[in-house]
């Protein structure tokens, strides 16, 4: 498990990813070096990191089940895993064994992955896909460590992103793509990959943030925060409640992911969980604060995989990098087209 101040300074990266050290210091009551020495203690362990994705507002894709022949499992989560436009793979209990994630720019290239860029092994005996368009939230999270008065001091350290804005371009792509390795690189060194100047790098990377294309998250080996593990949960809303619900829902402490889905159910919910027990404390959470909804399906997650583009052991922590790249799965043809 990690100790109090690890947690605070993870819970610190997750309302500013970015920010300093100098900044974080005046929260956190330590200081910098001692701030920095740490993060990278747990950078090196694998039991946290920073990186980059597209915000609730721009993310497109879908996710998918399959069911795969006894003990199989693992073998073909693993080989989903490496795909670049796959973000996130767990195996779970029920009669689809795995899940997973699947980023794409649009729905065209949503619809290319589904038909034509999935290389599925014959042990996978059955798939099915539910594409999602509103993401309600659970792409940045937080651990809730640190109290109201700390939270406020770090978003003023911080301050607003400046207010001009601009289209998602192929350069913002380049900058994304460096960025998903590690979401804390100093825009000098972003700049030297991108061969151009560090002060066009913060530009671009402050319009991004303001526009609302891509948001920084900070995440944690979860087990190693009391996370032990996590459910999928399929819901029926009326189709009239499903902002409403959905929404109320991201911003739950436990969400990881609330998206409506083009499915006979209508929403997912993906959770974190402290307990099995926890498990049914949210269920009856939702029967309460919802009557109108139905929890058709749910599902317990005995292993993640990947996590939002890094590969985990059984503990959570980040053994492998396989960034998330949504334009991976963008056609062969419209990139030559769109010059992407």
Avoid at 70 to 80: F, H, Q, S
């Amino acid at each position: 498990m990690l100790d109090e101040t690890d947690l605070a300074l993870v819970d610190a990266l997750q309302i500013g990813p970015r920010a300093s050290w100098t900044k974080l210091a005046t929260v956190l009551g330590l200081a910098p070096i001692t701030l920095a020495r740490r993060w990278q203690r747990l950078v090196d362990s694998g039991a946290a990191w920073v990186s980059v994705a597209h915000s609730n507002a721009s993310a497109r894709g879908a996710i998918i089940e399959l069911t795969c022949a006894p003990g199989t499992e693992m073998a073909v989560a693993t080989r989903l895993a490496k795909l670049p436009y796959v973000s996130t793979v767990g195996i779970t209990t029920g009669e689809y064994q795995v899940y997973a994630n699947i980023v794409a720019p649009t729905l065209a290239a949503t619809t290319n992955v589904l038909l034509n860029g999935l290389p599925l092994p014959p042990h996978v005996t059955r798939m099915r896909s539910h594409v999602f368009g509103s993401l309600f939230g659970g792409m940045v999270w937080r651990l809730g460590v640190m109290n109201n008065s700390q939270t406020e001091k770090i978003r003023e350290a911080i301050g607003p992103p400046p207010q001009e804005i601009r289209p998602f371009g192929a350069l913002d792509r380049a900058l994304f793509l460096a960025l998903s390795r590690d979401g804390r690189r100093t825009y000098t060194d972003l700049a030297e990959e991108l061969g151009t100047m560090p002060k066009a790098v913060q530009r671009r990377l402050n319009r991004l943030e303001r526009n609302g294309d891509i948001a920084f998250r900070c995440d944690v080996a979860r087990g190693l925060a009391g996370w032990h593990t996590m459910a999928l949960l399929w819901l029926t809303v009326p189709d009239t409640d499903l902002r409403t619900v959905g929404r109320r829902m991201a911003g739950w402490p436990e969400t990881r992911m609330c998206a409506a889905v083009a499915s006979p159910t209508n929403l997912i919910l993906i959770v974190n969980l402290r307990s099995f027990e926890h498990l049914e404390e949210v269920l009856i959470r939702i029967a309460r604060a919802f009557p109108g909804v139905a929890v058709t399906e749910r599902r317990l997650v005995l292993r993640q995989v990947k996590i939002y583009g890094r590969v985990v052991d059984e503990d959570g922590r980040c053994i492998e990098v396989i960034p998330a790249d949504p334009w991976a799965a963008v056609p062969e043809a419209e990139v030559r087209r769109e010059g992407h």
